[in-house]
């Protein structure tokens, strides 16, 4: 039966009760005359008179409807665009509202015709155009001066202006600014328009009139008159529609009766039936329109839910949106559903915090009522929730800017921040006994935080009973569960923001995918523990992760993101055949031909009419903001083709043989239904091609599988990001508590005649105590909305579910390079985020099986890092930066050691791989912390020169206490003892880089000298002096490589068994005596671009890199055996390089003074090793005494017994060392040295080029 006949009739006593009652099917049987009079009568008493006519006021008004667009949002696309309204006012007072949805730099206000703006200029640079400022708090005409309040994400400003008294004032969520301008220009040709300029990715909504504007004020209209007429309308049918809900009919004794309307029923009384659908009939194309949907049928439907009390109390709404679904056309109540949901997200977006959020809690509660209904909820879900507007809105929880108006104030009336730092500016860990006072401080600012906290779960509980709505898989009427529904949709929103990071009109603000994630975590694991009570043989969530064959068998969609082995393409051609013998999987070769874009030019017109909206508006200054993230974005051509290229899903296959095959075929994401994910007889779903190695033991709904996907691409997204961003109000009050105490140390030590100063003290005392109790108020809000213990435990899930997912896909050998990098990026992030984020509030230690945890996270670095099955540079890259992380702090170094030795031999194997194949920085940089603290002189956290500087982060990788592991210095010890072709060409590539760094060094301060020495004003690149900085640091922590493999195997250079040994050895003396030279010449180019202490070169001193250079030598001359000393001490002698003044010049001995050479300046101090006594211990500096006694005794006696050598005997190459070596075939000759050096590198000859096949000793021919 058609619902038309029902909500369509004409005139009721056109239609016979018989006919009417026959055709709607509830009363087959006639109708006496008696129930006739009966409904006469109950029409009577509810006022419904036939026809209804109704007057239409007109109202003359001088502007007309400033947008024509569905939804006046703006959002910046330039530097600073500017946008003017299409329509003005000249005479009287009006209003309009702008909705601020990021809380940047914008100017808002009023401007004439005559304005012109441009990418500098915009609304209040202008003489006739004057705007508000709540970025910097101040307003502009021309001019600036300081005005109103701060403006966040979340306010609405009032735009007013008085053309009869000429001013202009804005307010801030209700509450008047004051005056901004008055004298304004008037009279002939002076017309102001609404206008607006912001800065690039801001965004702002207008409410003209179109919507009740949020704060009204008395004697101002807004630029677009309300629908009087139709409010009429509206308000007349709800008192209709409130009456019949009030009155009950009592069929037996022929009588209507007051009864309660919470529990009015739909149940079929024709004669109620009859009155509600006349009521409809004007009712429900009223309810179409968005100012008549938000002021009449929200506020209606809000009432009905303030009694309190759990919304399933209500179940009035239920049955009244049953009522509109069955009087309603489809059309209409579609456009109802859609413009309520908009209602209640802008009004809980825009709704000001109150202490008790009971405004926020309100409209989620309505909210919750309109999802609990079945086919309204399906429908909001297919085409508005993710279409129309984004409902990751609903989970968000707006920080408050100003506290005070938030009522924080009355909520943690004392506020408290931590006092005990360290050297580095953070909270001390050494926990120093608390006064009396601040323990009772500390203690009331924890219950004022536990009352917030309070507050706020009863928000989060009811966004998450949304999320469990939207998860429901039970409600089968009607078409597919919600659920599916919603897998849909969160995929094409996850595809949105992953393939259109660079478009801001897309892209959700990851403050909303914060909340959105946690919310999103607590309905999963409610729905999955749920699944585990029903099934004991699946997994609980706490065991939960996501199998491997996600990846690869194509059922999920991962759109343009990069795989682990490269792109998809790629490894669906080189791993098909993996793909057939490991999951059963076959390739159908068309899926391997590339897809042009040349075959989507067809979807390029569709995106393109869809994507831009028609607008009345006039833009100034750049282009047209495209509607906001809020509204529909169309996917692009390029989404589209990577759609395509992407993995089709596959449906099984039988050949003639036992092995069963699957065969890939293309289905369309979005058109997904329960079998397709959660399979059935026999279809596995998301789950097939499971390879051999996965357990037999099931995990959870499929369903389930692909929103914890989901939930952990989320936080690659955006979440940590935004993770880290927050902190800042941390850092913030360390700052200002450091600040604080420093004043107040000086108020106690300033003399009681300079009460000038002592009052300027107390002043600044006073502006850090207001700021510190704000902030100190704000951080609660955060903690507890972010930062909370139980944030953190879903974070540490995600991090578990994430090594758990990297566990089960590396069993499965090379198909897990089908895994999606952004699984070894959280697993990363995730773990950086506990350790940097969350501690100082929650300690990481106190999370069940942290240690397990670390250690398990330990292991995929350890391996991982070097994997073959990884392609991408960038995640390689992070692989490693964690692994250097990760060695520096005592907790993760154990953990790194507390892995199955083969991983931690197969790890140090692959750190000791030559540097030429690999970027090498980082692996160097791993190398060096496993090895500081065992080094000579090499037992600081910070160089001894920059000490007395600024205090750095003390968290920083590069500034934690020396934490040597023995373990992993073993295994290195005994690899290259071991390994003799790993053990050269190992220490060849660090000898290479080192004499690459260090070059590059003293070429870059050559030029930073002779810049510095010019007599023109002039300025040294930042740039350059960071990279000359970086070189400097490569040189020193090479240098300490080669010293920490110089003392666990020393018979690499001093075994002359092995191979390279004495080429080794050699070439180590050379790059040791060419520092020194460097580095140790009195006023010479690093001495004196050391003492020009420029910003960038901090780090560049004599003391790293000459304590790095004589833990070498000492190890070499001093800590060895006779033999090896000696071989040690000939080839350091024999280097022409060797110069006995560099080694004095360690101990303080200054060179004799050359003839016409002026003597150094009296006080100018002198580097000596024996100045660092509190680095390098006595013993240190006593072998260094010995080192230098002996080398002056030997070079002494090398002295003597140098014979003279012929000019035309030296080797050709070097010019140092006689020709030993003969080059077969091409009989070239040279010392033995260069040519062994050459080879490990090249095999051509240096001279011809031709290829060396062998070398001779030479034996120089006997003259005659």
């Not at 017309?191 to 009204?216: D, H, M, Q, T, W």
């Not at 309308?233 to 009588?255: C, E, F, R, T, W």
């Not at 072998?1183 to 090398?1198: F, N």
């Not at 002295?1199 to 005997?1209: F, I, K, V, Y």
Request: charged share 25%; aromatic share 8%.
């Amino acid at each position: 039966m058609s619902c038309s006949i029902l909500c369509r009739p004409h005139i009721f006593c056109c239609l016979p009760l018989k006919d009417l009652f026959l055709k709607i099917g509830f009363f087959p049987a006639c109708l006496s005359p008696p129930e006739n009079n009966f409904l006469l009568s109950y029409l009577h008493l509810t006022q419904v008179k036939e026809p209804l006519r109704w007057e239409n006021h007109q109202y003359l008004w001088y502007v007309t409807v400033i947008f024509l667009c569905v939804s006046n949002q703006v959002i910046g696309h330039s530097n600073f665009g500017s946008i003017r309204a299409t329509t003005c006012v000249y005479k009287g007072k009006w209003i309009y509202e702008v909705l601020i949805s990021s809380q940047g730099l914008m100017q808002i206000g009023w401007c004439t015709l005559n304005c012109r703006f441009n990418q500098e200029e915009g609304v209040g640079d202008t003489s006739d155009s004057y705007a508000y400022d709540g970025n910097r708090v101040r307003k502009w005409n021309v001019t600036t001066t300081n005005y109103g309040k701060s403006w966040a994400a979340g306010d609405i400003v009032s735009c007013l202006i008085d053309l009869d008294e000429g001013s202009i004032s804005f307010c801030l969520n209700g509450v008047s600014l004051g005056t901004a301008f008055d004298n304004i220009s008037r009279g002939s040709g002076m017309a102001y328009f609404p206008a607006i300029s912001l800065s690039f990715k801001e965004s702002v909504a207008f409410n003209f009139g179109s919507r009740p504007l949020r704060y009204p004020l008395i004697g101002y209209r807004p630029l677009q008159d309300k629908p009087a007429t139709d409010l009429v309308k509206a308000h007349k049918l709800l008192g209709y529609l409130k009456n019949v809900i009030n009155i009950g009919i009592d069929v037996s004794d022929g009588k209507l009766v007051e009864k309660d309307s919470s529990t009015w029923q739909l149940q079929g009384e024709p004669t109620v039936l009859i009155t509600l659908a006349h009521i409809f009939n004007h009712f429900a194309p009223l309810m179409c329109k968005v100012y008549l949907v938000e002021d009449v049928l929200m506020t209606f439907l809000l009432s009905i839910l303030e009694g309190g009390g759990a919304v399933e109390a209500h179940p009035l709404i239920q049955q009244l949106l049953d009522l509109m679904w069955l009087l309603m056309e489809d059309y209409e109540i579609h456009e109802c559903l859609k413009q309520l949901l908009m209602s209640l997200l802008r009004a809980y977006r825009f709704s000001p915090i109150v202490p008790d959020l009971g405004l926020q809690i309100h409209y989620l509660r309505l909210t919750i009522a309109v999802l609990k209904h079945e086919k309204s909820r399906k429908y909001l879900l297919q085409n508005v929730l993710f279409d129309v507007l984004r409902s990751v809105v609903f989970f968000y929880i707006k920080s408050p800017l100003r506290v005070e108006e938030a009522g924080l104030q009355e909520l943690i009336p004392t506020t408290w921040w931590p006092n005990r730092f360290n050297k580095e500016g953070k909270e001390s860990k050494e926990v120093k006994e608390e006064t009396a006072e601040e323990r009772l401080r500390r203690r009331a600012y924890e219950r004022g935080c536990q009352r917030l906290k309070k507050r706020i779960e009863v928000v989060e509980e009811l966004q998450v009973q949304i999320l469990k709505l939207l998860l429901n898989n039970k409600d089968h009427g009607g078409g597919g569960a919600s659920r599916y529904i919603f897998l849909n949709k969160f995929r094409k929103f996850l595809q949105e923001n992953a393939s259109n990071r660079g478009n801001l009109t897309v892209l959700c603000p990851p403050e909303y995918m914060v909340c959105f994630l946690h919310r999103l975590i607590s309905a999963l694991r409610h729905y999955w523990d749920e699944h585990k009570v029903k099934n004991p043989s699946a997994l609980s969530s706490e065991d939960a992760y996501v199998p491997p064959q996600l990846f690869y068998n194509g059922k999920v969609d991962y759109f343009d993101l990069q795989r682990l082995g490269g792109l998809l393409s790629h490894l669906k051609k080189t791993l098909k055949d993996d793909l057939a013998s490991k999951a059963n999987i076959l390739i159908d070769p068309a899926e391997l031909q590339a897809v042009t874009m040349d075959d989507l030019d067809e979807d390029e017109e569709s995106a393109v009419s869809t994507a831009q909206r028609p607008s009345a508006s006039l833009a100034i200054g750049g282009a047209l903001a495209r509607p906001s993230w809020l509204s529909s974005p169309t996917l692009g051509r390029a989404n589209r083709f990577l759609s395509t290229a992407a993995v089709s899903l596959m449906t099984p296959r039988r050949s003639l043989g036992a092995m069963e095959k699957v065969k890939v075929r293309a289905l369309n994401m979005e058109q997904r239904t329960e079998e397709d994910i959660e399979g059935s007889h026999g279809n596995e779903g998301l789950l097939l091609g499971k390879p051999a190695e996965e357990p037999e033991q099931p995990i959870t709904e499929n369903s389930l599988l692909e929103v914890l996907d989901g939930i952990v691409m989320m936080y690659n997204l955006s979440v940590h990001q935004q993770l880290g961003k927050m902190v800042g109000v941390s850092d913030d009050v360390n700052e200002y508590a450091m600040a604080l105490k420093d004043t107040e140390e000086k108020i106690s030590r300033c003399p009681k005649r300079r009460r000038d100063i002592h009052e300027e003290l107390v002043k600044s005392q006073k502006v850090f105590s207001e700021k510190l109790n704000h902030l100190s108020r704000r951080l609660a809000w955060i903690n507890v909305t972010i930062y909370s213990k139980e944030k953190m435990q879903d974070i540490y899930w995600l991090l578990r579910v994430c090594i758990r997912t990297i566990e089960h896909g590396d069993r499965i050998g090379s198909l897990f390079a089908f895994m999606p990098e952004f699984y070894l990026s959280v697993a990363m992030n995730s773990y950086s985020a506990l350790k940097n984020y969350f501690s100082p509030v929650n300690s990481m230690e106190e999370l069940p099986g942290y240690e397990e945890t670390l250690t398990r996270l330990a292991a995929i670095l350890a391996k991982h890092f070097a994997d073959s099955r990884i392609v991408g540079t960038d995640i390689r890259d992070s692989l490693m930066q964690a692994l250097a992380s990760y060695v520096c702090y005592p907790h993760s170094l154990r953990a790194v050691e507390r892995i199955p030795e083969d991983q931690r031999v197969s790890m140090m194997r692959n750190l000791l791989a030559p540097y030429e194949q690999r970027p090498w920085a980082q692996t160097n940089w791993i190398l060096v912390r496993l090895w500081r603290g065992c080094g000579f002189g090499y037992r600081y956290t910070r160089l001894p020169h920059l000490l007395k500087t600024k205090p750095e982060d003390a968290s920083l990788p590069s500034l934690q206490k020396p934490c040597p592991s023995t373990l992993l210095q073993r295994h290195m010890a005994d690899l290259l003892r071991s390994d003799r072709e790993m053990a050269p060409s190992f220490l060849n590539s660090v000898l290479n880089q080192l004499n690459w760094a260090f070059s590059e060094f003293i070429g870059m301060i050559q030029e930073i000298q002779q810049a510095a020495e010019r007599l023109e004003r002039n300025f040294v690149d930042s740039r350059q002096l960071k990279v000359c900085a970086t070189c400097f640091d490569l040189s020193v922590s090479l240098l300490r490589v080669l010293e920490m493999t110089v003392t666990l195997a020393p018979e690499i250079f001093l075994d002359w068994s092995r191979p390279s040994s004495e080429l080794l050895l050699r070439r180590l003396a050379q790059l040791l005596n060419q520092v020194l030279n460097r580095v140790t010449a009195e006023r010479n180019l690093f001495d004196r671009v050391v003492n020009l202490r420029l910003p960038g070169l901090e780090s560049v001193d004599h003391y790293p890199i000459l304590v790095g250079v004589t833990g070498i030598l000492v190890r070499l001359l001093v800590d060895t055996d006779f033999q090896g000393a000696e071989r040690a001490t000939a080839v350091l002698l024999a280097d022409p390089c060797f110069q006995l003044r560099s080694i004095q010049y360690l101990l303080g001995h200054t060179e004799p003074l050359v003839l016409g050479m002026a003597s150094p300046s009296a006080d100018k101090k002198h580097f000596s090793l024996q100045s660092y006594t509190d680095y390098i211990s006595q013993e240190e500096l006593a072998k260094v005494e010995q080192m230098l006694g002996h080398l002056s005794e030997e070079s002494k006696q090398a002295a003597a017994s140098t014979l003279p050598t012929s000019e035309e005997d030296l080797c050709p190459i070097c010019y140092a060392h006689p020709i030993s070596a003969v080059f077969k075939p091409c009989s070239h000759k040279s010392c033995k040295a260069c040519i062994n050096q050459h080879l490990m590198n090249n095999k051509d000859c240096f001279f011809c080029k031709a290829t060396i096949t062998g070398v001779d000793d030479y034996i120089k021919p006997a003259t005659s």
